[in-house]
């Protein structure tokens, strides 16, 4: 089976989530369902991160002239039926296609973190679900690139084009 991609902008990010697709690109966030994509979310996304402990998903958008770089957590149903539970507000500048990452340490699935760069300082910080900012922040030599943790969530990894940082949480 093959179904094409809509809209001129390739697709960067995709996550299997409830027996569907979710994938992103600069226009947007669209679920692949019955042989076709419905936009979900519209904006320049950059990255789509899903925690298999809690089943919620992350969404990051570039900012625009208009507002700043958004981060919001999600509960996506089977039918791409769309529950914001938390928005985190970025800067007003962003440069590179940078990746978020949504994850739970192992001994508290119920208050998920969000690790993300930041261009303005070339930090790395993580908010936690009850939106306490910069749990951690970590600086780096040039702008993050991209964010993952261990399966228990209790070490991050954060790389920049020069570096790889790892971090005990």
Same mark, same amino acid.
């Given at each position: ?7 001129? /902008? ?25 042989? /076709? ?9 950059? =990255?789509?991160? &899903? ?15 208009? &507002? &700043? ?12 039926? #769309?529950?914001?539970? &938390? +928005? ?17 340490? =192992? ?13 303005? +300082? ?14 951690? +922040? #970590? ?8 964010? #993952? ?10 790389? #920049? ?9």
């Amino acid at each position: 089976m093959i179904i094409e991609i809509p809209g001129q /902008k390739p697709i960067h990010s995709l996550i299997y989530h409830n027996q569907n697709y979710l994938m992103a690109n600069m226009d947007g966030v669209f679920f692949a369902r019955d042989h /076709k994509f419905e936009n979900l979310l519209k904006g320049p996304c950059t =990255s789509i991160s &899903k925690d298999p402990k809690s089943g919620l998903i992350l969404f990051s958008f570039r900012s625009t002239s208009e &507002k &700043k770089a958004e981060h919001l957590i999600l509960r996506v149903s089977e039918e791409g039926e #769309c529950e914001i539970l &938390k +928005t985190f507000q970025g800067h007003q500048s962003q440069l590179t296609l940078s990746k978020s990452f949504l994850f739970s340490s =192992s001994s508290n699935i119920s208050n998920p973190k969000v690790a993300s760069g930041d261009e303005l +300082t070339d930090k790395c910080n993580i908010w936690d679900f009850e939106g306490k900012r910069e749990i951690l +922040t #970590c600086q780096h030599p040039s702008h993050i690139l991209d964010v #993952c943790t261990d399966a228990k969530g209790l070490r991050l990894a954060s790389l #920049c084009s020069e570096e790889l940082h790892l971090h005990s949480l």
